[in-house]
């Protein structure tokens, strides 16, 4: 190949680089005359020079050049892009995402293959392909976020035409397959169904704060005593209590035998406190002076956050010290808030994990249930009632929500 060839690029080459398919570089080539040809595979290609492209397209390949930092656009030419890789192989992909790929697959492949078909608008090809997208995943999406997905699809495929490769189709930062000890029977995630949907619902559920983790705590403890009342012997519910944090709680201990002091350490707690969540607190957080918050103020603090601000503890906090709390708290705290959100940290871990619970229950089934997951209404009935330790200071009178 002489020096000429290598300054003469066909269609395909400049498709790859700037993220269209071959016959949209040909179609947009259309009009201007070959300044010569290359030999692909055997195949004689049509080729141009740099200087012979149309604008539209030089403007695109500078453009590109300067993002993935090469000299020029012929040098980007010169050396094209590799194949698109997601940032793990396939087999190391967790399978939600392969399943989402699959089926998005299922959705833009028939229209990636006719896109430049001119017997339908771009309105008319959206429609039916959102369309296709709500017949597949059962939910629908826009015009414009069909657009995206249809141009990012594009755009990894680089002008290889390669309609059928998973991977272009994957989401944009796929979830890592879980290894094989954070794997659970299909029946232990049915059992702890509500310990589950509540961790998927934390602000991060990688890593859930202090508070988070001890209703998870609660939670995974209602789970333990269910199973015991239910006639299991009670190794074998902690065990499987056990099993399933260690799988899915990674955060809660780094090894088996620290989850099993762990797991033992707050049973005994809960047990010994008549079932109060608060109970679940590090024990060193005791240490140095400290003021409880009286049960009753305790209380009034739970009901106020989650009968009037929807759990959100603060407002709740600042009304309270006002004119609602005893004359010992309001002595305490009046006047000496840092700032009006301000709560002190010993009051907010000691009731966050109730107002949380309670706030769930309070908004009605549909949201329990969204929380529960549990298809069957007889289950959903039974994990409802199970934990009642967090509820037994409310109960709803003739006129609502009462103390």
């Known amino acids: 190949m002489n020096l000429v060839e290598n300054r003469l690029f066909t269609a395909t080459q400049v498709a790859s680089c700037i993220g269209i398919s071959s016959q949209a570089a040909r179609k947009a080539l259309l009009g201007t005359p070959a300044d ?229 350490r707050k049973r005994e707690a809960l047990e010994s406190s008549a079932a109060d969540p608060k109970a679940l607190r590090d024990g060193r957080e005791q240490n140095g002076e400290r003021f409880d918050l009286p049960d009753d103020d305790r209380d009034r603090l739970i009901h106020r956050a989650v009968f009037y601000y929807r759990g959100d503890v603060a407002p709740a906090w600042r009304d309270l010290v006002k004119d609602g709390f005893s004359e010992p708290v309001r002595r305490r705290y009046f006047g000496k808030a840092a700032s009006k959100s301000h709560v002190p940290a010993s009051v907010m871990e000691s009731v966050s994990s109730e107002v949380q619970i309670l706030t769930v229950m309070h908004q009605g089934p549909r949201a329990f249930d969204s929380i529960m997951l549990v298809p069957d209404p007889r289950e959903r009935q039974r994990r409802h009632d199970a934990p009642r330790a967090a509820r037994v200071r409310f109960h709803h009178g003739p006129r609502g929500p009462q103390l």
């Open 36 to 264: 010569g040809a290359r030999i692909i595979r055997g195949v004689e290609a049509a080729a141009w020079s740099m200087d012979r492209l149309p604008e539209s397209l030089r403007k695109r390949l500078a453009e590109q050049a300067r993002r993935r930092d090469y000299r020029d656009a012929e040098a980007m030419l010169s050396q094209p892009p590799t194949q698109w890789e997601p940032p793990a192989p396939l087999h190391k992909i967790h399978d939600d995402d392969i399943e989402y790929a699959t089926k998005l697959r299922d959705v833009l492949r028939p229209w990636l293959v006719k896109q430049h078909d001119l017997s339908l608008s771009a309105a008319e090809r959206e429609a039916l392909g959102t369309a296709d997208y709500f017949r597949i995943f059962h939910s629908r999406i826009s015009h414009r976020y069909w657009r995206e997905l249809f141009a990012r699809t594009v755009q990894r495929d680089r002008g290889a035409a390669d309609w059928n490769r998973l991977e272009i189709y994957l989401p944009n930062k796929p979830k890592a397959k879980e290894p094989a000890s954070r794997v659970v029977s299909e029946a232990l995630a049915k059992e702890f169904a509500t310990v589950e949907s509540y961790m998927k619902a934390c602000g991060n559920p990688a890593n859930p704060s202090k508070t988070e983790q001890r209703a998870i705590w609660t939670l995974a403890l209602d789970n333990y005593a269910s199973l015991v009342t239910g006639g299991m012997p009670g190794k074998k519910a902690a065990r499987l209590v056990r099993s399933f944090l260690f799988a899915k709680a990674p955060f809660l201990a780094a090894t088996r035998d620290a989850l099993l002091k762990a797991f033992n």
